[in-house]
């Protein structure tokens, strides 16, 4: 990490990763929400990382804490309202994030 920080090289994570750290978290050590994204914003903005749709990443993250549902869920709502598409899904988690539902 510190050599990404120096610059000297450059970290690239996925979202799948981000899932899996947040799942692990949550499921394994039992934080929180709010501990696993502030956590997780912290490494996404830090100096050497380059992360994989950071900006849908970092909505999911707070859309996982304002509106309680799995980062999974927000990630798939933050990229259909960014493209202005819909979502097709039996969870009805997704319409209180926002995103246009069409039911399956």
Do not use: C, P
């Amino acid at each position: 990490m510190r050599r990404a920080e120096r610059g000297e090289l450059v970290l690239r994570l996925s979202v799948v990763v981000v899932a899996e750290v947040v799942w692990v978290l949550s499921r394994r050590y039992s934080h929180t929400k709010e501990q696993i994204a502030g956590s997780i914003q912290l490494v996404i903005t830090a100096d050497g990382i380059d992360v994989e749709a950071a900006d849908d990443v970092l909505d999911a993250l707070q859309m996982m804490v304002d509106q309680n549902v799995d980062f999974v869920d927000a990630y798939l709502a933050a990229v259909a309202k960014r493209r202005h598409e819909s979502v097709a899904t039996f969870d009805s988690d997704f319409r209180k994030l926002g995103a246009h539902v069409v039911a399956i």
